[in-house]
């Protein structure tokens, strides 16, 4: 029988009392992390704010903590810190049976006919964003697309169409995120924090005044995800409380949008400084589309538009370098006993850069997925930029509709320019420090 050791026994430090390396990270977005990796290899121990975690990294590992060994490990305790304040406990920060039962009521929202259902919208956001772009000449980049992707959010999420509504959710939603990051949590008027309870409690207004209103029409089902959420059932007839349904809207909202804005960003940044793969996606989309209109249909057939958006979630893992998740059952992994009360840390990051899984792994190269290649398939948990197992990602179809909207009609009617130019092709590490500076210059083709 094999003797595990005790997790304290891993190599690594817990740095500093209390904070550990929490400014570090923070201040990396996690990349500090790689430092760790170099120095003590694929499992090494931290402290993150007070409480001690195992970091592990490589696909096997990714594979036990998010599928294998999910009974094992709690998305709650991993993201409470971090979201409870601000959007109590959504799908993402739930376990266990609540989780999957809440999963079962959500998933048809995401896929099929519903998907299908949220084309024309997203396809009309796109079309006033470019517009709007053109006529402002050049625009902040990160800006831009978190609104676009905010507004499809607004629109298709809680099915508001009204302008002058559209615009007060957007307010109240930046107020309530800029609330997720003050470290006085102190629900006072003029905190930044107060400020983003009282948007919380507008918002939450809001979406009660909806629910009210449909129900009083009779009117529970339509097209956008509030609708559908409304009339969801599962096999006994159950349905989520109304107060969780607006929890997960207002969640949904943030998983729409930062993550998709992100993606999209670096997207434009690459592809603006690759003349070569321009002109390939705009060959693939001549071959495919022909003189039609886009439709839902000619999306799937866009393959190396698909290896691009793969790459990009590899190399800027835009929802971020690591996901958290807390250990409540005894989690053994290569020798180690990680006991309850630990935090354990997914690093999708470091394992989209290891070398035995992605040739020339610092190198931006779409091509790594084409079907010569398949450097993803050599493990089904390689890449986990939407992550993976129970908490994979749910809106990922919604997503990659959205951003191949938006670069089909960009590439069949635009030209483009990001600054500055020595972004593009680097190994970027800290891409959200980066992005701000980020302006996009739009010319028609
Ligand atoms: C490029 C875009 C996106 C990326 C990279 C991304 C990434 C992720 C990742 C890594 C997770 C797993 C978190 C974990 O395991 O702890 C996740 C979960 C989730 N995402 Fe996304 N996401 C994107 C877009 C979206 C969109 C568009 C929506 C909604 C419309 C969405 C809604 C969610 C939800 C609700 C969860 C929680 C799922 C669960 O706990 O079962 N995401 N996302």
């Not at 121990?45 to 696909?59: M, Q, R, S």
């Not at 002109?279 to 209109?293: A, F, M, P, Y």
């Not at 320019?417 to 593009?424: F, G, I, L, N, R």
């Amino acid at each position: 029988m094999i003797q595990l050791k005790p997790a304290d026994k891993m190599p690594g430090s817990f740095g500093l009392p209390i904070l550990g390396e929490t400014l570090e990270l923070i201040s990396t977005q996690g990349w500090g992390l790689a430092k760790n990796y170099q120095r003590y290899g694929p499992v090494f121990k931290i402290n993150l704010l007070g409480k001690k975690h195992a970091v592990l990294v490589g696909p096997e590992a990714n594979r036990l903590v998010l599928q294998e060994k999910v009974d094992c490990v709690s998305s709650y305790l991993g993201w409470k810190s971090t979201m409870e304040h601000i959007f109590a406990r959504p799908m993402m920060l739930q376990d266990g049976e609540e989780h999957r039962r809440t999963r079962r009521l959500m998933a048809p929202l995401f896929h099929g006919k519903a998907i299908a259902n949220y084309f024309n919208s997203m396809q009309s956001e796109v079309n006033r964003c470019l517009s709007q772009w053109l006529e402002r000449g050049t625009v902040p980049l990160k800006n831009e697309f978190n609104q676009l992707a905010l507004r499809i959010g607004i629109r298709l999420l809680l099915g508001v169409q009204v302008e002058r509504e559209i615009e007060q959710i957007e307010q109240w939603y930046s107020t309530l995120v800029r609330g997720a990051v003050a470290l006085l949590r102190w629900d006072v008027p003029f905190t930044n924090y107060g400020r983003s309870q009282k948007a919380r409690r507008q918002l939450k207004q809001f979406l009660q005044n909806i629910i009210a209103e449909r129900k009083s029409h009779s009117r529970q089902t339509s097209d956008d995800v509030l609708g559908l959420f409304l009339a969801s059932v599962d096999e006994q007839g159950n349905a989520l409380a109304e107060s969780q349904i607006i929890d997960e809207t207002i969640h949904l909202l943030n998983g729409a949008h930062f993550t998709t804005a992100t993606s999209l960003t670096w997207t434009l940044v690459e592809l603006g400084a690759r003349p070569e793969w321009r002109e390939r996606l705009r060959q693939e989309l001549k071959r495919v589309l022909g003189d039609e209109t886009l439709n839902l249909g000619h999306l799937k057939q866009l393959n190396q538009m698909t290896y691009f958006l793969k790459e990009v979630e590899r190399f800027y893992n835009p929802a971020g370098v690591v996901l958290l998740r807390g250990v409540v059952k005894e989690l053994e992994y290569a020798g180690y006993c990680i006991p309850p009360g630990w935090g354990v840390i997914v690093a999708q990051g470091l394992t989209h850069r290891l070398p035995e899984i992605y040739t020339a792994p610092e190198t931006f190269d779409p091509d790594r997925f084409s079907p010569l290649r398949e450097e993803d398939k050599k493990h089904s948990f390689a890449l986990i930029g939407f992550g993976g197992g129970e908490h994979t990602c749910i809106g990922m179809e919604f997503a990659n509709m959205e951003m191949k909207i938006f670069l089909a009609t960009l590439l069949r009617h635009y030209d483009w320019d990001v600054t500055p130019k020595s972004e593009a092709g680097v190994s970027q590490k800290f891409p959200f420090q980066a992005e701000r500076e980020l302006q996009a210059h739009l010319q028609i083709r």
